[in-house]
C-alpha cells in the first residue's frame, strides 16, 4: 500500500471554482499551535493560475508568505481610508468617506478580499442599476473600490482587482428642471421674509450652486457694478465647515 506524501512547505495545488476563477492553495508548514496552515489565491485563467503557482511557492519556501488569509474588505478600506486622507482635497474625503459607509461597507464588508469576485462586483452594479438608474454615486463608489483593490494588489494581498474585470452600467442622464418665470417669482416672494433673503436671491439671479453662495464675502460684491466673483466654496467634511 502506497502512503501519499503530505505537501510540505512551497507545494500546493490548483483547482477550478464554481465561479469559473482558478484557486491555488500553497502549504506554508506548521504554525506555532501545529495546525498546518494554506495560503489561498486566485487566477482568471489556468495558466495564470500555474504561473500564481510557481511564484508563491518559491515565497512560501523561503518564508516570504506569513498570512493564511486576507482582512475583510471592512478593515482594508478602512486602513487604505486612513492612509492616504491627507493626499486627498476635503471634497473628495467626502465623496470617499460617503461611498464606503454607504455602498461598499454594506454591501462588501464582511467578505475577505480573496472572497471579492467581478462576478459579485457585477451583480451589485445591475441591482443598482436596476433599482436606481446607476446613479453617478455608484459610480464613484466603483472607482473607489477599484482605487483600493489596486492598492491591495500591489501589497500582494490579491493576484488581480477585480473591480476592472467588470462593465459599469452608465447613468442615466436626467433632464434639468429649471423654474419658470411665475415659479421664480413665487420663490423670491417667500425668500424675502427669511433671514437669509439676500443670499437666496443672489443665487438665484447668478445661477450659484449651494456651496459657491454660501462661500461668497462681502468683499466678493461689488455694489456699484453689480459683480460677484465666485473665488470659493463652502462644503461639509465630516461635522466641519471648510
Known sequence: MTQQRRRGRGEGSIRQRTDGRWEVRIGLGRGLDGKRRRKSAFATTQAGAVRLLRRLGG???????????????????????????????????RGYRGA??????????????EQLTPRRIQRWLLDQKA???????????????????SSAQRMQLVSINAATLVRVP????????????????AFLR??????QG??????????????????????????????VRIR???QWVGRRLV
Open 59 to 93: 515565497r512560501a519556501a523561503d518564508g516570504q508568505l506569513l498570512t493564511t488569509s486576507t482582512p475583510t474588505v471592512a478593515a482594508f478600506l478602512e486602513e487604505w481610508f486612513e492612509t492616504n486622507r491627507d493626499s486627498w482635497r476635503p471634497s473628495t474625503l
Open 170 to 185: 452608465t447613468p442615466n442622464r436626467r433632464a434639468i428642471q429649471s423654474l419658470t418665470e411665475d415659479q421664480a417669482s
Open 232 to 234: 470659493r466654496q463652502l
Open 131 to 149: 433599482e436606481h438608474g446607476a446613479r453617478r454615486r455608484v459610480s464613484l463608489a466603483h472607482a473607489v473600490l477599484r482605487s483600493a483593490l
Open 100 to 113: 464606503i459607509d454607504g455602498y461598499l461597507l454594506p454591501v462588501f464588508g464582511h467578505l475577505r478580499l
Open 198 to 227: 439676500a443670499l437666496f436671491t443672489v443665487a438665484l439671479a447668478c445661477g450659484l450652486r449651494l456651496g459657491e453662495a454660501t462661500g461668497l464675502l462681502w468683499k466678493d460684491i461689488e455694489l456699484k457694478t453689480g459683480e
Open 190 to 195: 417667500v425668500a424675502s421674509t427669511h433671514r
